[in-house]
């Protein structure tokens, strides 16, 4: 009987060392069984397990009446309670939801924002799963939001990096804005200097609906409007202030006649310019401006304000561009009798369009003087020391106007003058006076400074140089120079140019120079014409030549005797 116990006791041993009891012990299945069926069952643990969920579930049977709402419902959905049809509750989504057999929704409730997801029960009920999405929802709209201003910022800092001229900075300054951030907005500025201070504020206007932004001035009163535009304009750096419910007063006349009364309105200094200030404003019902519409608002017009600076900016140097433009260009032939004149002027590849050659013709009592030079450099440089040579040749004239002579006295002007050894400015140089004869021709006197030899054209095509030599003038001071005396007959004609024309570089290899063959053949082919189609003829070969690659400075002039009227048979 012991034994028979003790062999009751014996256990084996399994593949892979796990003790296995023989006789009524149970096995891993009977074990597995056990589990399975071990499920609870107990109705209130199962109601505390779904109280403990961080979502609201919502049971409903296979007539659609509720079954079981856990906590979290109690909470999200107060109005919807076991017992009654779900598609009658007091939630408009979930019921609307119930009622047409989707499988979801979305919507506000109680300031909250809500998900739900419906999930069919083996019972032929289902199961609404309603989680509260709110703050994640905030996050995500916070994100899209940002996302919305960076693109915004970037799109208008291009747009406005694009504007160079002050009207197109301030219309872009408006029109981005709207409506991206306002219902209308409006830049308030000072007039450019050198206006002066009492001037009336100007501004510029654009509004959801308008077609075009709309300028104006005035009134004086303008600035004080809004709060903070007046120090905004004075250039005080006060922050972007938000205000509601504002009474525009003056600035009501600028906006629209149907725009009616401002809801919101966010004023915003433009730092850095002369008295700027955005306005902008939004209707009643469109909501305030919030602080991250007061940052971006800054931001923008921190921006439009330096891209003012910068149009003011270039507006200046495109001012002083043209003032010495036209003070540099070479001048209107005078109308002498007897003679005919012509000019030719290219500057080199500069945007100011202005360079070191140039050329000037005066009327005398018996004639007139000409001067033809090309200053060493290119660009403003050169067009500095053009301008200083004109001059002092105009001053020069008043005591002396003996070619020679004069070449002289302006070398030693140039030389003279603080510092212009160091920066090597010297110029090469043609002064010529020509007096009308009985017979028509002309008896010219030519002063040469280290200048290309003019060139005579005779009625038969012939062409000979002049021949002139001497140093450039303002490179030294003991330099010399040579003087020429001339006839031309009726009928041929004088080419003065610079040494841009023959050097300039061109032709099948971009790199062979024009050269002075090519000048004489092409004033050969044209002899007889008059100056203007000489001169004329000799630039387009040239833009030929050239075929649109960079050259140098070119400067011709052309003189020719001509029999006047009350003269010819």
């Avoid at 003790?6 to 006789?23: F, H, I, L, Q």
């Avoid at 959905?77 to 119930?98: H, Q």
């Avoid at 038969?460 to 330099?479: C, E, F, K, N, Q």
Wanted: proline share 7%; net charge negative.
């Amino acid at each position: 009987m012991a034994q028979g116990s003790r062999r009751a006791m014996v256990t084996t041993t399994r593949r892979g060392g796990r003790p296995s009891p023989v006789g009524g012990e149970p096995t891993d299945s009977a074990h597995r069984r056990a589990g399975k069926a071990a499920v609870p069952t107990d109705a209130a643990l199962a109601r505390e397990l779904l109280d403990g969920l961080a979502e609201a579930v919502v049971t409903v049977d296979s007539r659609g009446v509720v079954t079981l709402a856990n906590a979290m419902a109690a909470e999200l959905l107060p109005e919807v309670t076991p017992g009654g049809p779900l598609a009658l509750a007091a939630v408009p989504a979930l019921a609307e939801a119930a009622r047409s057999g989707a499988a979801g929704f979305e919507a506000e409730h109680r300031g909250r924002r809500l998900r739900g997801i419906c999930r069919p029960l083996r019972a032929n009920g289902c199961a609404w799963y309603v989680r509260d999405v709110t703050e994640e929802q905030a996050r995500t709209d916070a994100l899209r939001a940002e996302r919305a201003h960076t693109a915004f910022l970037a799109q208008a800092g291009s747009r406005l990096g694009l504007s160079l001229h002050r009207d197109q900075t301030l219309r872009a300054a408006v029109t981005l804005v709207v409506p991206y951030l306002a219902d209308a907005a409006v830049v308030i500025h000072r007039p450019p200097l050198p206006a002066p201070p009492d001037a009336e504020p100007l501004w510029v206007r654009f509004a959801d609906g308008d077609l075009e932004p709309v300028f104006g001035s005035g009134p004086a009163d303008l600035a004080d409007s809004v709060p903070g535009l007046a120090e905004a304009l004075d250039g005080d750096h006060v922050d972007a202030t938000p205000w509601l419910d504002t009474e525009l007063a003056e600035l009501g006349r600028v906006l629209p006649e149907d725009f009616g009364r401002s809801g919101a309105v966010l004023v915003t200094p433009m730092i850095g310019t002369n008295g700027a200030a955005l306005v902008m404003m939004r209707r009643p019902g469109q909501g305030g401006f919030d602080q991250r519409d007061v940052e971006v608002a800054r931001e923008f017009a921190a921006r439009a304000g330096a891209a003012l600076v910068t149009a003011d900016l270039h507006g200046e140097q495109t001012h002083l561009a043209r003032v010495l433009q036209a003070s540099l260009f070479p001048p209107e032939l005078p109308e002498i009798p007897g003679v005919a004149l012509a000019g030719g002027y290219r500057a080199a590849g500069d945007s100011l369009r202005i360079g070191g050659d140039f050329y000037a013709v005066s009327a005398t009592a018996d004639g007139g003087t000409f001067a033809l030079g090309d200053v060493c450099g290119k660009g403003v440089g050169a067009a500095v020391l053009t301008g200083r040579v004109r001059q002092s040749l105009q001053t020069l004239r008043l005591v002396e106007q003996r070619p020679l002579e004069l070449m002289a006295l302006l070398n030693r002007a140039l030389f003279d003058a603080p510092e212009a050894t160091r920066r090597s400015q010297f110029t090469t140089l043609l002064l010529g006076t020509f007096t009308t004869e009985a017979d028509g021709a002309l008896c010219l006197r030519v002063a040469g400074g280290g200048h290309p030899a003019p060139l005579v054209v005779g009625v038969d095509g012939a062409v000979r140089p002049v021949p002139v030599g001497g140093m450039p003038v303002g490179a030294l001071s003991d330099a010399r120079f040579v003087e020429t005396r001339i006839r031309l007959a009726p009928g041929e004609l004088l080419l003065a140019y610079t040494d841009g024309v023959i050097e300039a570089r061109g032709g099948p290899g971009a790199l062979e120079m024009f050269g002075e063959d090519r000048l004489r053949q092409a004033l050969a082919d044209g002899a007889g014409l008059p100056p203007r189609a000489v001169v004329d003829r000799v630039l387009r070969l040239l833009d030929k030549w050239f075929d649109g690659q960079s050259q140098d400075d070119i400067a011709m002039l052309a003189i020719t005797p001509v029999t006047p009227p009350s003269a010819r048979p």
